[in-house]
């Protein structure tokens, strides 16, 4: 198991416009998770994790957000192993997937 590029599997992400490229790394994962996407243009960005229950885990990313790159790490350190699923909303892109953390 690998980083997963939603906007070229086509797995979990509805295209409303440019191609949101989305990827998270290691996954599974056991100290940390690194999500990386890239912005065509500045966007307000809400970046959540949930866990298998569907109760929020984390907010990592709430704002506006610069085009480029972007990169947010999730300590997963203090979190209990299982599966978890993130939903990023950027501009009118909808990406969402699930990790594992061992």
């Known amino acids: ?3 997963y590029d939603l906007a070229n599997s086509g797995v979990g992400i509805r295209n409303c416009g440019p191609a949101l490229a989305f990827s998270v790394w290691p996954n599974p994962c056991s100290a940390s998770a690194t999500f990386t996407y890239s912005l065509a243009q ?3 960005v809400l970046l959540c994790v949930y ?10 990313v709430n704002g506006t957000q610069q085009t480029g790159e972007q990169t947010i790490e999730w300590d ?7 599966v978890y ?4 909303l950027a501009g009118n892109q909808v990406g969402s997937g699930k990790m594992v953390k061992r």
């Open 1 to 3: 198991m690998g980083a």
């Open 42 to 44: 500045p966007s307000q």
């Open 51 to 60: 866990d298998n229950l569907g109760r929020l885990a984390a907010t990592l």
């Open 76 to 82: 997963t350190k203090n979190w209990p192993a299982g």
């Open 85 to 88: 699923h993130y939903r990023i």
